[in-house]
């Protein structure tokens, strides 16, 4: 079977701010339909990479393709598809919500009616506060009328750079809720940027981590977490000579931290009955074998080898 | 481009310190009207005193012209704050609000919204001039009745009759308006610079006062610049009160602001569409 077109690729983008490399050489694939999770560490490169893309920044170089064309960095048409938030939206403050709305969709060529507006605003929550001024809304307000700004003009691809920047837990969940709703019951695809794992974990369908301007993994959510690869950490009071064991036996052991009383090995589910056993072989004190896999343990351990690959290099 | 315009003159109308500079105008001019009113032939005798000495000078009184000469020659040395308060802000106050981030990545190109911006601002200086004539000029005739206007010189004076003060008016009006502009392109363009509103107008009136400064010392190196300064050219609306009317002063002087407004802009063009929107 021919595997579909991704609504997004972008392939070696690269974008540097005097002497700093902010970019370099960064790909990713978005699939249509998909929540994507962008993740890194702050100065990683998600905002420069979404900037690029959005025609804010220009890069030095890279392609970058939407449905299966290449285009030019905030190539009109394309911006003409796309709704985005960058890192926090910012409204004209002493403006209603309808008239901050009525501006953007103008600006798409478009003068849409009250009910239009309005119908934006009970998909955000919102309703009530239509004719009140954007300043005396909260942050998390803001973030959903945001939302209802981005969607407005009806685009196929929604991107949001640090949505759940100072959202109390309650905006969180209510961001949560109405991201999940546009993907289901609209079907928009969304790429959404942050360093908020555990946030990622429970929306995207598919992720990629960048460190350093560069993409170090990418793929599908589900099989990653899945029971494959899990990371078990191995609690003893001789993680150096355990270490050494396992190494001996063929398997991928990272180097016990200094200090640390406990060791990390990769395995699969299945394989932890026989891990114990060996363990139990070599007479050395084991006190808990905890399995773990969750993005946040992924995401340490990539951007750890990331690190480590740099600094040999 | 129209709707772009009507945007952008919106977002202006919407700011509260769009008012300032209407707001400062009505003051102004109604205080020194009402000052005139009161106490005006004492103001024109002190005028006309060196001249006295000279010139036997019988039934000058005031009119409604002459008021509006003197308020338009006192008013305009403000006038480039007043506008640069908006026009300084147009660029600037969308990053500093960080509105610029939604507003470039619409599907309009960098280019087109530049120009709405100083088409708005255009828009708001016209509006400015256009009622600082409204409330100097008409307004003083009102008040004041029709007359000849004299125009008080270091050395000299010249009568502009009555019927011969309309044109005159409305084409200092005219001049008034593209010296203006000529301080709307310069905080457009520092505007496009800056991160912050508060930067393009601080900046924008030192450069003028700078100018000023050299403009009013004859020294020799001063002297060879002084015909490249803007601000040289941005009281040449005066000479539309003169006789024979100086022409081709006017024509130079206009011709050096029409310049600097298109360098100003080429130059905001060029470094708008270049840069990278990083904050």
Redesign the interface.
């Known amino acids: 079977m021919q595997k579909p077109i991704p609504i997004l690729e972008i392939e070696n983008l690269r974008k540097r ?1 005097g002497g700093f490399q902010a970019l370099d050489g960064l790909n990713l694939s978005v699939q249509r339909g998909e929540i994507f999770g962008f993740l890194g560490s702050n100065g990683a490169g998600k905002s420069t990479t979404i ?1 690029c893309l ?5 890069p030095d170089s890279g392609n970058i393709r939407f449905r299966g064309e290449p285009i030019r960095p ?1 190539q ?2 394309f ?2 598809q ?1 709704g ?1 938030i ?10 209603s919500a309808l008239r901050n709305l009525e ?2 969709a ?4 478009m003068k849409p009616s009250s009910a239009e507006m309005q119908e934006m605003l009970v998909l955000v929550g919102l309703e009530t506060r239509g004719n009140d001024a954007v300043k005396t809304f909260s942050q998390g307000m803001k973030q959903r009328l945001g939302i209802a ?1 981005a969607l407005l003009h009806q685009p196929e691809l929604i991107i949001l750079d640090e949505p759940t920047n100072g959202l109390d837990p309650k905006g969180m969940i209510d961001l949560r809720n109405i991201l999940r709703q546009l993907k289901t019951e609209l079907g928009k695809t969304i790429i959404i940027s942050s360093h908020i794992l555990s946030e990622i974990e429970q929306l995207a369908d598919s992720f990629c981590i960048i460190d350093h301007g560069k993409t170090i993994a990418q793929g599908n959510t589900a099989e990653w977490l899945s029971e494959k690869n899990m990371l078990l950490s191995i609690e003893t009071d001789q993680p150096d000579a355990l270490a050494e064991h396992l190494r001996q036996s063929g398997r991928s052991v990272e180097a016990p931290k200094p200090g640390s009383n406990s060791i990390t090995l990769t395995a699969d589910r299945s394989e932890i009955p026989e891990i114990q056993r060996f363990l139990a072989q070599t007479g050395l004190p084991v006190y808990s074998i905890s399995p773990r896999k969750r993005l946040e343990d992924l995401f340490l351990q990539l951007t750890e080898q990331s690190e480590r690959h740099a600094g040999t290099h | 481009m129209l709707e772009l315009i009507k945007i952008e003159t919106f977002k202006i109308a919407a700011k509260p310190r769009s008012y300032i500079g209407f707001a400062a105008v009505t003051a102004i001019v109604v205080l020194i009207q009402l000052a005139l009113y009161a106490d005006g032939q004492s103001y024109l005798d002190f005028l006309i005193q060196s001249l006295n000495q000279t010139f036997e000078i019988e039934g000058i009184g005031f009119n409604g012209n002459m008021v509006g000469f003197i308020i338009l020659q006192t008013l305009i040395i403000q006038m480039p704050l007043l506008v640069a308060l908006v026009s300084g802000d147009a660029i600037s106050g969308e990053m500093q609000g960080g509105t610029i981030r939604g507003l470039l990545t619409k599907p309009v190109s960098r280019s087109r919204i530049l120009w709405a911006k100083f088409a708005a601002s255009e828009l708001y200086t016209f509006l400015l001039v256009l009622w600082l004539g409204v409330l100097a000029w008409l307004g003083s005739l009102l008040l004041f009745g029709e007359g000849d206007l004299v125009v008080l010189k270091s050395d000299s004076l010249v009568i502009v009759r009555s019927a011969d003060t309309a044109w005159r008016f409305m084409s200092a009006f005219v001049l008034a308006f593209v010296s203006l502009s000529v301080v709307v392109s310069l905080s457009f363009l520092l505007s496009a610079m800056s991160e912050n509103s508060i930067a393009p107008i601080i900046i924008t009136m030192s450069i003028i006062l700078l100018f000023t400064i050299i403009g009013t010392f004859d020294i020799p190196i001063f002297n060879k610049i002084k015909p490249w300064l803007f601000t040289t050219h941005m009281i040449v609306w005066r000479n539309f009160f003169d006789r024979p009317l100086p022409m081709n002063q006017i024509l130079t002087s206009l011709s050096v602001m029409l310049f600097h407004i298109a360098a100003f802009l080429t130059l905001t063009h060029v470094y708008f569409n270049k840069k990278d929107i990083t904050q």
């Open positions: 701010f900037r959005l025609g804010l920044i220009a905030g009109r048409d911006l003409r796309v985005c960058i890192e926090k939206p910012d409204f004209y403050g002493s403006l501006i953007s103008r600006m798409y060529g700004q």
